[in-house]
């Protein structure tokens, strides 16, 4: 009777200890995903205040439809992109589309000087800004969750309950480019 007893007590320690792995799995995978959607959040964000910045430039810049129209496709393509890789490759497309718009701003110093613009400009800067401490707490949190699956004895009950570890945001080769600055 003791040892049956001894044996229902460890057994039901080791499916206390099961539960608690799985638990912490499944918090850190729902940290993962919410971290996402703040990125995802923001994102959707800087997409909104894509028509307000080229309805603001169409009006000086009416011989510059090709640049408009790459920063409506890369929109489209933020828009419509599912998953942290194709996100940050539409991502990446907006923000090389836009700063092909702000090039072409240079060149209208009335566009420059309009206050809708400078207060876009601002937006998109503030978000950018946004987006990119979304990345970082995504990354922070796909580190703890990748770490906990690989540790011992969660990378056992990770296998078991078919939990897969979640991809970085990476930076592009672009952002990873020196800046050049001219005087």
Same mark, same amino acid.
């Given at each position: 009777?003791?040892?049956?007893?001894?044996?229902?007590?460890?057994?039901?320690?080791?499916?206390?200890?099961?539960?608690?792995?799985?638990?912490?799995?499944?918090?850190?995978?729902?940290?993962?995903?919410?971290?996402?959607?703040?990125?995802?959040?923001?994102?959707?964000?800087?997409?909104?205040?894509?028509?307000?910045?080229?309805?603001?430039?169409?009006?000086?810049?009416?011989?510059? !439809?090709?640049?408009? &129209? /790459?920063?409506?496709?890369?929109? =489209?393509?933020?828009?419509? @992109?599912?998953?942290?890789? *194709?996100?940050?490759?539409?991502?990446?497309?907006?923000?090389?589309?836009?700063?092909?718009?702000?090039?072409?701003?240079?060149?209208?110093?009335?566009?420059?000087?309009?206050?809708?613009? !400078?207060?876009?400009? &601002? /937006?998109?800067?503030?978000?950018? =800004?946004?987006?990119?401490? @979304?990345?970082?707490?995504? *990354?922070?949190?796909?580190?703890?969750?990748?770490?906990?699956?690989?540790?011992?004895?969660?990378?056992?009950?990770?296998?078991?309950?078919?939990?897969?570890?979640?991809?970085?945001?990476?930076?592009?080769?672009?952002?990873?480019?020196?800046?050049?600055?001219?005087?």
């Amino acid at each position: 009777m003791t040892a049956l007893l001894i044996a229902g007590g460890i057994l039901l320690l080791i499916v206390v200890f099961v539960i608690a792995i799985y638990n912490s799995l499944i918090i850190k995978r729902n940290r993962v995903h919410e971290a996402y959607s703040q990125i995802d959040v923001q994102l959707k964000r800087r997409s909104s205040l894509i028509p307000n910045l080229i309805e603001t430039v169409q009006g000086y810049v009416k011989h510059e !439809k090709e640049v408009l &129209t /790459e920063v409506t496709k890369a929109r =489209t393509a933020l828009m419509e @992109a599912k998953g942290p890789h *194709n996100q940050a490759d539409a991502n990446n497309m907006l923000t090389g589309a836009l700063k092909s718009l702000f090039a072409v701003a240079e060149n209208y110093p009335d566009l420059k000087a309009s206050e809708n613009f !400078k207060q876009l400009q &601002t /937006e998109l800067s503030d978000t950018e =800004t946004k987006v990119a401490a @979304a990345r970082q707490f995504y *990354n922070v949190n796909v580190l703890d969750f990748n770490t906990s699956l690989q540790t011992f004895p969660n990378f056992i009950f990770a296998n078991m309950f078919n939990f897969r570890q979640e991809e970085f945001f990476k930076a592009t080769e672009e952002e990873k480019a020196d800046i050049k600055v001219n005087f």
